[in-house]
């Protein structure tokens, strides 16, 4: 078990109703004007924007609002949001909505308290100690970005898509209603169990050996998110599945899943590229795809690992053909996002062999000659596994 | 699932060496002057004390000392920590040592910041939204202290001992070396993991359906001590076993393990009349006489429950009776106690007939007529499971 320093700094207020309490929370930690960061029109039609607005003014909470946040979200509105929060003495940041509205909400917390470009502390990497306290309304469970200290942006004029990792940014509250994930269409619902699925994947398997207490939490994790994938599938209302699943989706993604190991985060960069080529493209459709063929390609180093996974998530028996086993854990998880109604092969995300060199060198720009940890992936055997992908 | 608010702010610093970062931490943190809290000689013994006084001075850490806590911590202790605290102008307490030591710590955080005899609050169970800060560098992993809201005072002039529940004195630094448990003896060791797993057994067993993602968590972590207690025992030095443990024993007690439940807690209230009437007896070492007799108690009221658990944690077959199966789960987890080294009846802990009749207007003043939550509990049902536990 590898030493760690480990930090959990939100409160969580969960259950039916939560968001009427925004206000009052806010007030109560002297927020005084908030910048309400939130998507597109969904939050507005279906009024939760309204009761957000009213608990802020009923606890007498000042707010500047910035809609518009798209799916992998881009820096230009991020700039915006910047210039809005400085010009407007914003002190904290309400972000309504799920990983992207959450992640454009953190780089602009970070932006405004620096003096400099935001897009410089993506491209340097360099410690950021100081940003705005930042408040979550969750609407789609998936990318965990509640309570993690991750955020990835977009930018379009350089074909980039990046992460930033800042322990400071990690949100101070969290208000998660299940209620609010009843509307969501089922490819999105999909798309967000597969990214939750794949920040336990990243953090399961790595080059260390087990961790127990930290292997057994991870596959707890696994085996709820399976279970209760297609509940809420087959009946979108179901308040406990959605319930189960979002709190689920968080813990994925806070960091408690991967602590004392290495984590590999290979299929992320290799995701990554893929929506930076294509923005349109989901995340989590991006790595329903990646991340069997990423598991194809190395399973071989670690079959073990893979086997083990196998018997504990899927209920496989052993054949006695250590490699056999992995191989079929492989299958499994790709059979599992294919239930659940997600792309299985690169064509159906619309890239192609020849889209393969235009990803290498933004790859390369993100990650080095090489990246990943179960493996040390070279940039030719990323070129193998897009090519086992299409 | 039930409408939650959780928050753990503690810092966890984890690992090897890690109490050599005590003093470079608090100054982070702003601390100028702490309260050096700790138990018996065996932390002076063996140098830790004076790692964390050079650790305080090389940064510029002022402290006052106060050590002489023992097992089942007593107010009078805490009272003179209260005085010292007030006098000395202490601003952080740092705690060294185990479960008794955070509690100690916590009673007198509170009570240096409020007016009243710190009793009170244990009396009362007031909210008090001001406690000074704690650090812990912990020795002994069993009452997951270093990151839960709970602490319990015994009072020997009244023959109490009781709890308080308070946010606000959740430890904000916790340093975890597993090496510092090396020397534990095997009894402190076997007890510990008893505590640990009791306060997952609190957690899984009450009046409240499943909560699948909670309870596959709470159930990782059952797997997780059982696989390690014999580790530990067989090999104290084991660093990956003890660190397993470790980082097990705080997250059974820290919420995370009960979260959406409504939890019972009987046990554990029947457990601290036992040490309240005889402060000899090690609360591990109740518990492991207590559990086994409340479940055999209250299986019958929920034995689809007791044989999941006992199919989960213990690999139990069903036999097709239901009610056989959850009898199997109760006589495995005595048998998982016993297997440590621990006491299975109240006659080993010195604890006879005569003395059930003198535990329960103790219990009636700190429970009152009925407690529990999978089976309420009256004061005649207490007797009956003191009873079975002879």
Chains 1, 2 share one sequence.
């Not at 208000?175 to 969501?184: D, K, Q, R, V």
């Not at 598991?295 to 690992?305: F, I, L, N, Q, T």
Request: charged share 25%; proline share 5%.
């Amino acid at each position: 078990m590898e030493n760690f320093e480990f930090m959990s700094p939100t409160c969580f207020v969960f259950g039916r109703d939560v968001e009427q309490q925004v206000g009052a929370k806010l007030a109560e930690r002297g927020a005084r004007r908030v910048l309400l960061h939130f998507g597109g029109q969904s939050a507005e039609r279906s009024g939760l924007l309204d009761r957000i607005r009213v608990s802020l003014e009923a606890a007498g909470v000042g707010f500047v609002e910035l809609g518009g946040v798209r799916p992998n979200p881009e820096i230009e509105l991020v700039r915006e949001g910047v210039a809005l929060a400085k010009a407007e003495g914003v002190d904290w940041i309400l972000a309504v909505g799920g990983g992207s509205v959450i992640d454009s909400a953190k780089a602009i917390a970070n932006g405004a308290c620096i003096e400099d470009d935001v897009w410089e502390l993506f491209e340097t990497k360099r410690p950021n100690p100081q940003t705005l306290p930042i408040a979550v309304v969750l609407t789609i469970p998936a990318a965990g970005s509640e309570a993690s200290k991750n955020t990835v942006i977009s930018n379009d004029a350089l074909g980039r898509k990046t992460g930033y990792a800042n322990e400071a940014h990690r949100p101070k509250l969290a208000f998660m209603n299940p209620e609010l994930t009843y509307t969501l269409p089922p490819f999105q619902t999909a798309a967000g169990i597969v990214d939750m699925f794949s920040h336990l994947l990243e953090r399961f398997f790595d080059d260390y050996g087990a961790v127990p207490v930290t292997d057994n939490l991870n596959l707890s994790l696994m085996k709820t998110v399976r279970a209760e994938a297609p509940r809420v599938l087959a009946d979108p209302e179901n308040y406990d599945a959605r319930a189960n699943l979002m709190w689920a989706g968080m813990l994925c993604h806070q960091g408690i899943a991967g602590l004392g190991r290495h984590e590999d985060w290979a299929s992320h960069a290799l995701e990554h590229e893929l929506s930076a080529l294509r923005p349109s493209i989901t995340h989590g459709a991006g790595l329903a795809v990646m991340f069997p063929a990423w598991m194809e390609y190395v399973c071989a180093d670690a079959p073990a690992r893979f086997a083990f996974y196998g018997r504990e998530v899927f209920g496989l028996c052993p054949t006695g053909d250590m490699l056999a086993d992995a191989l079929s854990a492989v299958d499994e998880t790709r059979a599992f996002f294919a239930s659940l109604g997600m792309p299985t092969t690169l064509e159906e995300l619309g890239v192609f062999e020849e889209d393969i060199e235009r990803m290498i060198p933004t790859l390369r720009a993100n990650k080095g000659e090489c990246f990943g940890r179960l493996k040390r992936l070279s940039l030719d055997d990323a070129r193998a596994i897009y090519r086992l992908a299409l």
